[in-house]
């Protein structure tokens, strides 16, 4: 199970933001963002908090080194609520362009397996 990272430091990690989604390709891009927060690839923040305008995740995303938002179709919503909210140079991953389709994708550990690895992929190494 991930964690969330609320009321600690996070200036040395990663954040990842997903689509939650009602359609498969939603829920691809969030089990993938909850699969990098347990393999410590980046924490987990709550994209619904940041839209509600929570001050204290909003404030621990903003310090993280990279935000990385996995949207689930071209209508990037989760990427829309981040920068709604002030985020600028996000990395984005869309779940569509790796080749499913919403509403035709089965949600298989294959598909999350897939976009995880290609959301590891976008962060930049550790210098």
């Not at 949600?107 to 210098?127: D, G, Y």
Request: proline content about 1%; aromatic content about 4%.
């Amino acid at each position: 199970m991930s964690q969330c990272c609320c009321g600690s430091r996070f200036a040395a990690y990663n954040v990842v933001c997903s689509c939650s989604g009602a359609a498969d390709t939603g829920c691809i891009a969030d089990r993938a963002a909850r699969l990098l927060a347990a393999r410590h690839v980046a924490k987990l923040s709550c994209t619904a908090a940041i839209a509600a305008g929570d001050e204290e995740i909003s404030n621990w995303s903003v310090a993280a080194r990279q935000v990385l938002v996995i949207d689930g179709c071209e209508k990037d919503c989760a990427k829309k609520i981040l920068e709604s909210r002030g985020f600028t140079d996000l990395l984005h991953l869309r779940v569509t362009d790796l080749g499913m389709e919403k509403g035709k994708t089965g949600v298989s550990e294959e598909a999350v397996e897939k976009v995880a690895e290609r959301a590891a992929a976008l962060f930049p190494t550790k210098s």
